[in-house]
């Protein structure tokens, strides 16, 4: 984002508004959407070191609180502004009455908002775009497919079916990953635990050996120091470097990317990624390609909707490739990202004419990958949890026990 100063002539004076945008238009648009008056000039200039700061502290803060809608509460207003545009009610009367009804604070806000928008003559997708956090782009890509097809009904029963199986795959993912969390956690509170209160009994009896202590007690004893001395330091580091963290990957796109990268090379994380990406890749796609809209744009509405960089990065090729004159399938196949059955799918519905039938037959695929990955993922974690259990129980009983069979051997050779 840039920095821009807006000179409004407003009741006969001139006013100057900062504000962060991406482009000048952007600017300009956000300009006549938040203040009346006369737009005199729009120019770029040097970020003030006052809201350097703000921004700072508003984007740390906000990583650690952000104003979430509930995704339940965004996905049943979703289906009844639906509902109330079917049924010829208009979408002012239609946001209104959905915000007085809602009991989600941040909901009645963005839909007060809109409401206020949409009586001031911005359509529904413009004046979206300045919620995209709290509404997220996919929703903002339907209503804007909606509105120019002229079907805004049957875009938001689309969008309510998308967001509840996007919605249904993240609650099987949190489901699956319970067990193992809650047995790390265990684990962790065991060590803790033992290094807190066992390991200091058997210390008093090594200080008193006097005795040459093997590299594991050298390791219990040194995590047994950190833990009761600097304990509390150590987890504010960690909290602090969290936050840090966090900050840093949500504000610079390079790190973002380079995270994200990470994550798949990384075991296990990579598949679920990967299938969860292209699965909801190929569900938003199918339905713009069903809808009517041309092959570019519905690559460019299911791209923007992507979190992960590489991937992305990857996808948005596809359509540079379709905007050069090449095939749908040839732009997919260079990503090898799709299987040849994929390929030869895509390639089949293109020549047929039936590409959405088909797109829908992939998306079809990729969900069932996705949830045999989710359904096997208690199986595929065991071994990593023995690996780590059988870890930190060795190097228990190896740090405590082999002084004392140190202590045994030179008691019975002095016998």
Do not use: C
């Amino acid at each position: 984002m840039k920095y821009f100063v807006a000179t409004i002539l407003t009741k006969g004076k001139k006013e100057q508004i900062g504000m962060y945008a991406e482009n000048r238009k952007h600017a300009s648009e956000l300009t006549k959407l938040k203040y009346p008056g006369i737009i005199l000039k729009i120019s770029e200039e040097e970020e003030p070191l006052e809201k350097q700061f703000e921004r700072f502290k508003t984007n740390l803060l906000s990583n650690v609180k952000k104003r979430k809608i509930k995704p339940d509460a965004l996905i049943a207003s979703i289906r009844q502004l639906a509902v109330m545009t079917n049924a010829g009610i208009s979408i002012y009367d239609s946001l209104n009455e959905i915000a007085k009804s809602t009991q989600d604070k941040n909901l009645k806000l963005v839909f007060n908002k809109l409401a206020e928008d949409i009586n001031s003559g911005y359509s529904l997708s413009k004046s979206m775009k300045n919620f995209q956090f709290e509404l997220g782009n996919l929703t903002i890509a339907m209503v804007q497919l909606g509105e120019k097809t002229g079907n805004l009904d049957d875009s938001l029963y689309s969008l309510a079916n998308m967001l509840e199986e996007i919605r249904a795959n993240y609650i099987k993912f949190k489901k699956a990953m319970a067990y193992p969390r809650n047995v790390m956690i265990a684990m962790a509170i065991a060590f803790t635990i033992l290094i807190s209160y066992v390991v200091p009994q058997f210390k008093v009896i090594f200080e008193e050996l006097h005795a040459q202590l093997p590299l594991p007690t050298l390791i219990l004893l040194e995590l047994e120091n950190i833990f009761n001395n600097y304990g509390l330091y150590v987890l504010a580091a960690l909290i602090i470097g969290l936050i840090i963290f966090k900050y840093l990957i949500n504000n610079y796109e390079d790190i973002r990317y380079n995270w994200h990268k990470l994550l798949l090379k990384t075991y296990l994380i990579k598949d679920i990624i990967i299938y969860a990406t292209l699965s909801r890749f190929t569900l938003v796609f199918s339905e713009l390609v069903r809808a009517g809209i041309p092959i570019a744009e519905a690559l460019d509405t299911s791209i923007s909707m992507l979190e992960n960089l590489p991937l992305k990065k990857k996808l948005a090729s596809v359509r540079i490739s379709v905007e050069k004159g090449t095939s749908l399938h040839e732009g997919l196949e260079e990503t090898q990202l799709f299987e040849n059955m994929i390929i030869q799918m895509i390639s089949a519905g293109e020549d047929s004419g039936t590409l959405d039938s088909m797109v829908s037959k992939v998306a079809e695929y990729y969900k069932m990958k996705f949830d045999a990955i989710i359904d096997g993922l208690n199986e595929a974690i065991e071994p990593v949890m023995l690996l780590i259990l059988a870890a930190m129980v060795l190097l228990l009983a190896l740090g405590i026990f082999l002084p004392m069979w140190d202590l045994g051997n030179a008691v019975q050779g002095r016998g």
